[in-house]
């Protein structure tokens, strides 16, 4: 039966299509990485020779038509023809022509995590498992934080009435933004703590916003308050400041979100800066490189907080793999207000949050969502980039 399978599973064809949606004035977030006009992804689609349709998502990189054009034209090639439960052979070829002879390209690993991601739905789907179930974890309660593009730059008292619902609702962590000035960024991680009190779990984020002199003057007062990390004070590829920074206080840095493969991962592990690490299953190399991520920083103790894309496949397939691991941390929810593809891309929800704040995975073959083609459709990119 499992060679009737799994020949059956050969390529029949891929495409990416790029998506898009303006957001609305009033719920759009200024952050680190500037003020939020739309939100964009690339869904990678996947069907195999007996039918089966595996979805994935590729992160936008602020230029989703390059992304799905890059899938769409040359990817495609590489891979014509394969078995789609050939995930690590796949993954090798992409590496070997995209990644390893012309340096760590963004978009090709962008591409390559969201076509790797629609393998492994296919791959569940195939056997009749949930994601969680093939990768040997079982269901259990993983912890959330309310994150992705919310709580950003606001009066102090405004971002208190946009977190006090979610608290109501569940959530036992939070995640404030950084970067705007340090006397912003102060007297809203004070106004926060004072308002919810220290049985609540805050986390910062500076999305490279940063410099070392920021770090130096905000870093007291993240201790003061009991801050559990501070995420992206720098660019990825900023190792001095990082190693600087590593000594100017006792709040643990965060990052991964924006480094790529086990490769740049390796680095960061062994440079002995960040304590918390961020991989995304939709930019870092998909689900099987984030699995090898997670092994790696297993064996150095360093606990995994999947960083969360933009659709709700990027968000189901976090908690499978949150779910499946030994190091796993915090789920990142998206609690950005109207967010279309957590909420309408697929025709079920990625996740709910329980009165514990605890989300489980899902619990349908594979991620565990079907898309919606006509919201595909009805989407269609928009050029430009997310954030001015
Ligand atoms: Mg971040």
Redesign the pocket.
């Given at each position: 039966m499992l060679n009737e399978i799994n020949s059956g599973l050969i390529i029949h064809e891929i495409k990416a299509i790029p998506i898009s949606f303006p957001i609305a004035k009033n719920n759009r977030v200024q952050l680190?990485i500037g003020n939020s006009i739309k939100n964009d992804a690339v869904i990678i689609k996947v069907t195999t020779k007996n039918g089966i349709t595996g979805w994935g998502e590729a992160h936008h990189g602020r230029c989703p038509g390059a992304i799905a054009h890059l899938v769409n034209t040359t990817i495609k090639l590489l891979i014509e023809n394969k078995n789609a439960n050939d995930i690590v052979d796949i993954w090798q070829k992409i590496y070997h022509n995209q990644l390893a002879s012309h340096g760590m390209g963004t978009a090709a690993c962008l591409a390559l995590s969201g076509l790797d991601l629609a393998l492994w739905d296919i791959r569940g789907k195939a056997i009749g498992l949930p994601l969680y179930k093939l990768l040997g974890g079982n269901k259990k309660e993983v912890p959330s934080y309310a994150?992705g593009i919310a709580l950003g730059y606001q009066e102090p008292d405004q971002l208190v009435e946009e977190a006090k619902p979610l608290i109501d609702s569940g959530f036992k962590a939070l995640?404030l933004r950084l970067g705007q000035n340090l006397k912003a960024d102060a007297s809203r991680l004070e106004t926060v703590r004072d308002y919810f009190g220290d049985d609540i779990t805050l986390m910062s984020?500076a999305?490279t916003a940063y410099t070392l002199e920021d770090v130096r003057n905000i870093m007291p007062i993240l201790e003061r308050l009991n801050i559990s990390w501070l995420?992206?004070p720098f660019p990825p590829h900023d190792y001095r400041s990082y190693r600087e920074a590593k000594h100017i206080g006792h709040v643990p840095l965060?990052?991964g979100?924006n480094h790529y493969t086990r490769f740049e991962f390796n680095r960061l592990i062994e440079d002995k800066v960040v304590s918390h690490l961020?991989p995304d299953l939709s930019k870092s190399g998909g689900l099987t490189e984030v699995m090898r991520i997670a092994n790696l920083a297993s064996s150095w103790k360093i606990p995994i907080h999947p960083?969360t894309s933009k659709t709700a496949l990027n968000m189901a397939a976090s908690i499978h793999l949150l779910s499946s691991i030994d190091n796993g941390g915090f789920f990142?929810a998206d609690v950005s207000k109207n967010n279309l593809f957590r909420d309408y891309l697929t025709k079920e929800k990625p996740y709910q949050i329980n009165d514990k704040g605890m989300v489980t995975a899902l619990d349908k073959p594979g991620i565990g969502l079907e898309v919606d083609e006509t919201f595909l459709t009805e989407h269609p990119v928009i050029e430009g980039s997310s954030y001015v």
């Amino acid at each position: 039966m499992l060679n009737e399978i799994n020949s059956g599973l050969i390529i029949h064809e891929i495409k990416a299509i790029p998506i898009s949606f303006p957001i609305a004035k009033n719920n759009r977030v200024q952050l680190g990485i500037g003020n939020s006009i739309k939100n964009d992804a690339v869904i990678i689609k996947v069907t195999t020779k007996n039918g089966i349709t595996g979805w994935g998502e590729a992160h936008h990189g602020r230029c989703p038509g390059a992304i799905a054009h890059l899938v769409n034209t040359t990817i495609k090639l590489l891979i014509e023809n394969k078995n789609a439960n050939d995930i690590v052979d796949i993954w090798q070829k992409i590496y070997h022509n995209q990644l390893a002879s012309h340096g760590m390209g963004t978009a090709a690993c962008l591409a390559l995590s969201g076509l790797d991601l629609a393998l492994w739905d296919i791959r569940g789907k195939a056997i009749g498992l949930p994601l969680y179930k093939l990768l040997g974890g079982n269901k259990k309660e993983v912890p959330s934080y309310a994150g992705g593009i919310a709580l950003g730059y606001q009066e102090p008292d405004q971002l208190v009435e946009e977190a006090k619902p979610l608290i109501d609702s569940g959530f036992k962590a939070l995640k404030l933004r950084l970067g705007q000035n340090l006397k912003a960024d102060a007297s809203r991680l004070e106004t926060v703590r004072d308002y919810f009190g220290d049985d609540i779990t805050l986390m910062s984020d500076a999305n490279t916003a940063y410099t070392l002199e920021d770090v130096r003057n905000i870093m007291p007062i993240l201790e003061r308050l009991n801050i559990s990390w501070l995420e992206e004070p720098f660019p990825p590829h900023d190792y001095r400041s990082y190693r600087e920074a590593k000594h100017i206080g006792h709040v643990p840095l965060a990052a991964g979100e924006n480094h790529y493969t086990r490769f740049e991962f390796n680095r960061l592990i062994e440079d002995k800066v960040v304590s918390h690490l961020q991989p995304d299953l939709s930019k870092s190399g998909g689900l099987t490189e984030v699995m090898r991520i997670a092994n790696l920083a297993s064996s150095w103790k360093i606990p995994i907080h999947p960083h969360t894309s933009k659709t709700a496949l990027n968000m189901a397939a976090s908690i499978h793999l949150l779910s499946s691991i030994d190091n796993g941390g915090f789920f990142e929810a998206d609690v950005s207000k109207n967010n279309l593809f957590r909420d309408y891309l697929t025709k079920e929800k990625p996740y709910q949050i329980n009165d514990k704040g605890m989300v489980t995975a899902l619990d349908k073959p594979g991620i565990g969502l079907e898309v919606d083609e006509t919201f595909l459709t009805e989407h269609p990119v928009i050029e430009g980039s997310s954030y001015v």
